[in-house]
């Protein structure tokens, strides 16, 4: 499974940036994916999740500004991130859970810059 991530840039503070998660395999066949960052510096923490069914989980420190979501006609997990603070900034990771394959898989990650 491969991952595509895109919609990573340099943005103001208080900007808006829509990410972009396409699998190569139909998204309903993966258990879940998530979305990641990693800070210079810090461990790669998870920010959001979306499984098969649709549930979602979201950490509790972007909760109110992050939103995850799927486009199934464009087999597509969107992260939605508004009123971008400097702290958001990090590589941003896509991946996904294959319980049927046993194993994670991970994109290439894009670079999510917010200047003060």
């Known amino acids: 499974v491969q991952l595509q991530a895109s919609g990573g840039g340099l943005v103001q503070a208080g900007g808006s940036l829509r990410l972009s998660c396409r699998p190569s395999?139909?998204?309903?066949?993966?258990?879940?994916v998530g979305w990641y960052r990693q800070a210079p510096g810090k461990q790669r923490e998870l920010v959001a999740s979306?499984?098969?069914?649709?549930?979602?989980n979201t950490a509790d420190s972007v909760k109110d500004r992050f939103t995850i979501s799927r486009d199934v006609a464009r087999n597509t997990v969107v992260l939605q991130i508004n009123n971008l603070k400097p702290e958001d900034t990090a590589v941003y990771y896509c991946?996904?859970?294959?319980?049927?394959?046993?194993?994670?898989?991970w994109g290439q990650g894009t670079q999510v810059t917010v200047s003060s």
């Open positions: 979306i499984t098969a069914g649709g549930d979602t």
């Open positions: 991946k996904a859970q294959s319980t049927a394959w046993g194993r994670d898989y």
């Open positions: 395999v139909n998204m309903v066949r993966l258990t879940a």
